[in-house]
């Protein structure tokens, strides 16, 4: 394997433009890896709904594990695997929120009962029963009647902004290819290097 570009973001793009063709399910489906503040780790899979050249979005519940985690320790790693492409991608970086604007665009873009879900789940917290859930739904869905849901203050999303991103691809005999891109601030050009698998 050799890479197409010394971008790494043109890369992912390419590489995620092929696993939407041969994936089944969630070819924007990642691991997302956070640690507490005092270094607890934790890892879950979450949907990538934007990337460019500042970083990779998703969005969440801020009150959940996860967000909680991201506001007291704004570091994170994803890990993108296609089994069909026999390929993965490995990004770390620092975190930041992103933009009330860019927040309510991608809500506004939901559908309404993923808006009141985002209402009605307190996430990550104990449930007593399915029905309390439901319960909730319904409670949300008849406030909000016929109106526009609006987003509520603790549903947003997060940025990673990568400082290191390493494409892999399997190779017989064990022997895959492996590319890391590595800069020490935005304002760096990426630095590529070859690594033995």
């Known amino acids: 394997m050799e890479l197409s570009t010394e971008n790494p973001f043109e890369q992912f ?6 696993a939407e063709e041969s994936e089944l399910n969630d070819p924007n489906g ?21 990337y460019d050249e500042q970083g990779f979005v998703f969005y969440t519940n801020l009150e959940s594990n996860k967000g909680r985690d991201l506001i007291e320790n704004p570091k994170a790693a994803l890990l993108f695997h296609w089994k069909s492409k026999r390929r993965q ?9 992103v933009t009330n604007e860019e927040a309510d665009e991608y809500y506004a873009s939901r559908s309404r009962g993923s808006q009141i879900g985002a209402w009605a789940s307190q996430q990550s917290r104990p ?8 319960k909730s739904v319904a409670k949300y869905t008849a406030k909000f009647g016929i109106s526009k849901v609006p987003r509520p203050d603790h549903w947003s999303g997060f940025r990673i902004r990568p400082h290191r ?18 800069r020490g601030n935005e304002a760096d050009d990426w630095e590529i290097d070859r690594l033995y698998p």
């Open 13 to 18: 793009a390419t590489w995620l433009s092929e």
């Open 30 to 50: 990642m691991a997302l890896a956070t640690a507490t503040k005092d270094g607890q780790p934790a890892v879950r899979m979450v949907l990538l709904k934007g």
């Open 89 to 97: 991608i490995r990004v770390e970086g620092l975190v930041e929120s």
């Open 127 to 134: 449930l007593e029963s399915r029905y309390a859930l439901e």
């Open 165 to 182: 991103i390493e494409f892999w691809q399997d190779g017989a005999f064990r022997l895959h290819d492996r590319f890391i891109f590595t």
